[in-house]
């Protein structure tokens, strides 16, 4: 570790900046190399995967560079060193949560594998027949089917909450399930990757805890969204993926309050997860290793503390107010086409219906995926289909959508672009 210079160390282990810089977004874009290709890309797809800036790729090539070895194995200076830039990349998501405890932040590989944990692990340990999960039919496939399995294999019930007309929560419907007494879990999404509404976490959180069912809250979108401080939102559980905050693929986090953690066996089996193994049985390491079989995503997670750490460089205010001017400008300009309907359907969209990150729509008689292709190819990048949310699209009585969504990067010329090749598209497809 002596022979390292500081420099080496892939990132720092705190939150420095905080909330100081202006966000100017032609300064932000210099900072994303997938932007400054010729000719320039207009990528709205960040709800699927946001662009990763040069501080993220850094970091991960400075590890790669000087540190690259295996975490809490090794007992040479780079494997100390890279150990504690894992673990720094801990608490730096720690800080960016509020989380209490560094112990609560699990690794995992992907929001996904960090709901398929806690159903499989505080799932099957903790439910059983005639106890239920609460689910909204806003749900990403991610969190539905861990939970479906969930009730196959421990016949607990899935119960669904619905949307009205303008996509709100049908909280009365909440309240009904949780009367039942039967409900332990309530897994909600904290922000919809299709109609970009947020429900009220606390109101669910606060009627959820009434009734003693904890809460799941699927932050994969509103992670890089709005400011998810896990103790005064008071949720149970929190999930989200590094690649659509501006970090790398393959690196997942799950938040859990320590003392249900402490109540979970481990999910995965395999090296570093374990305390003692014999060839009769093993016995678990401590938290966070018990959840952390195997290589973990070291780099990944390094790279992911340096994208909070980038972020956290400028305020939430002025990030939603710019995200929100960007989809202003998109319904606006949107609005002028002619046969093209904002989802939900019959929503008096602008009015009541104020989008975080993305917003979905359908054109009359062009299908979602002949659009999105015709835009591609002027590297507009739109996503076409259900968006892995095929119960909400059958809610809604269609099968497929057109998806924008953004991020810090974009811009209102961008919005404007992408609005006037769609309507060019629709004049083209019909004829
Ligand atoms: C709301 C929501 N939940 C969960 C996921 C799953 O994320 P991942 O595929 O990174 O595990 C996504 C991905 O799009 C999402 O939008």
Not at 96 to 118: G, M, Y
Not at 208 to 237: E, K, R, T
Not at 247 to 255: C, D, E, I, S
């Amino acid at each position: 570790m002596q022979n390292l210079h500081q420099n080496e160390i892939p990132h720092s282990s705190f939150l420095i900046h905080n909330y100081c810089v202006p966000l100017s977004i032609s300064d932000v874009r210099r900072q994303f190399p997938f932007l400054e290709a010729t000719p320039q890309p207009i990528y709205l797809d960040s709800a699927a995967m946001a662009q990763v800036p040069d501080a993220v790729l850094h970091a991960v090539q400075q590890w790669e560079h000087s540190l690259r070895s295996n975490v809490h194995r090794g007992m040479h200076d780079r494997a100390e060193a890279s150990t504690i830039a894992y673990e720094a990349a801990r608490s730096t998501v720690q800080k960016f949560l509020n989380a209490k405890h560094p112990d609560t932040i699990i690794f995992t590989k992907s929001c996904t594998e960090a709901i398929n944990l806690v159903a499989r692990s505080w799932g099957d340990a903790h439910l059983q027949q005639g106890d239920a999960v609460v689910l909204s039919i806003l749900e990403h496939h991610s969190n539905i089917v861990p939970w479906l399995q969930l009730k196959e294999r421990q016949g607990i019930d899935v119960l669904w909450v619905d949307i009205d007309d303008e996509g709100n929560l049908r909280y009365d419907q909440l309240e009904q399930h949780l009367h039942t007494g039967r409900v332990k879990l309530v897994a909600i999404t904290a922000l919809s990757n299709v109609l970009g509404c947020a429900p009220d976490t606390a109101r669910i959180i606060d009627l959820a805890h009434q009734s003693g069912a904890l809460v799941l809250l699927d932050a994969a979108q509103a992670i890089a969204h709005m400011p998810m401080d896990v103790q005064s939102i008071d949720c149970d559980f929190l999930a989200f993926s590094g690649h659509k905050l501006y970090a790398p693929t393959g690196v997942g986090v799950l938040y859990a309050r320590k003392s249900i953690l402490e109540s979970m066996p481990p999910f995965l089996g395999g090296g570093m997860m374990i305390r003692n193994v014999t060839t009769e049985g093993f016995s678990p390491a401590e938290l966070p290793a018990t959840f952390e079989a195997g290589t973990p995503p070291i780099a990944q997670a390094i790279g992911l503390a340096a994208a909070m750490e980038w972020l956290n460089q400028y305020s939430w205010e002025a990030m939603q107010t710019h995200e929100r001017n960007l989809l202003t400008q998109a319904t606006t300009s949107l609005r002028q086409i002619s046969g093209l309907q904002f989802l939900p359907q019959n929503s008096s969209f602008s009015i009541h219906h104020s989008p975080f990150g993305c917003l979905s729509f359908t054109l009359e008689g062009v299908h979602p995926h002949d659009l999105t292709e015709i835009l591609g190819r002027q590297g507009i990048a739109l996503r076409a289909g259900h968006h892995c949310c095929m119960p909400l699209h059958k809610r809604l009585g269609i099968p497929a959508s057109t998806r924008l969504s953004v991020g810090i990067y974009n811009t209102k010329e961008e919005l404007e672009l992408c609005a006037k090749a769609i309507d060019t598209a629709r004049q083209r497809l019909r004829g």
